[in-house]
C-alpha cells in the first residue's frame, strides 16, 4: 500500500514535492531545510507523495545523525509511516558508520510518541540547539 524510496534532492520535481510536503506537513511551524544537503525519502501511496525524511551528518553530536525532518500527511498518520521512515534514516545512519541518530520535537507529541515507539530517548545535549521546551531525542545504533 505504501513505498519508501530514497530520492534526489537535486531533482526539481524532487524538491517542488519535498517543499509541498513540508508546507502540508510543518504549515509555518519550521524553516524549510537545505533539501541540497544529506538524504532524503519520500513515502507514496501509489504515485502521491504523502510522507517524507531527511537525515544530515549531526552538528550536535559526534558521528551521529540528524533528523532534519520527518513529516507525513495528517490523513496518512495511523499506518505507521513515520516509524518506517525513521527506519530508514536509521539504517543509513548505520551504513554511514554513525553511533547514534538525534531529533528534537517542540509541541508535537504524536512526533514524540513516534520516537518513543521507535526506541528513541530522551536526552540532555550539552547544548541545546532549539527552544527552552524541545524535547531531545537520541536512539544508538550499535
Known amino acids: 500500500m505504501y513505498r519508501i524510496r530514497i530520492v534526489d534532492a537535486s531533482d526539481d520535481d524532487v524538491v ?25 525519502w519520500l513515502a507514496y501511496h501509489g504515485d502521491d507523495a504523502v510522507g517524507f525524511a531527511g537525515v544530515v551528518a549531526s552538528t550536535h553530536v559526534r558521528n551521529g545523525g540528524y533528523f532534519s525532518r520527518v513529516g507525513v500527511l495528517q490523513r496518512h498518520w ?9 527506519r530508514v534514516v536509521e539504517t543509513r545512519g548505520r551504513r554511514m558508520g554513525w553511533d547514534s541518530i538525534v531529533s528534537d520535537t517542540t ?28 524535547l531531545y531525542w537520541r536512539k544508538w545504533l550499535h
Do not use: C, K
Not at 78 to 86: D, I, K, S, V
Not at 113 to 121: E, K, V
Open 16 to 40: 517542488d514535492a519535498l517543499s509541498d510536503l513540508h508546507q502540508l506537513t510543518f504549515l509555518d511551524s519550521a524553516v524549510v531545510p537545505a533539501f541540497e544537503s544529506g538524504a532524503w
Open 107 to 134: 509541541d508535537n507529541p504524536v512526533s514524540a510518541n513516534n520516537f518513543i515507539q521507535a526506541g528513541y530517548r530522551l536526552f540532555e545535549p550539552e547544548t541545546p540547539w532549539a527552544w527552552a521546551h524541545t
Open 78 to 86: 495511523g499506518h505507521g509511516l513515520q516509524r518506517r521512515l525513521m
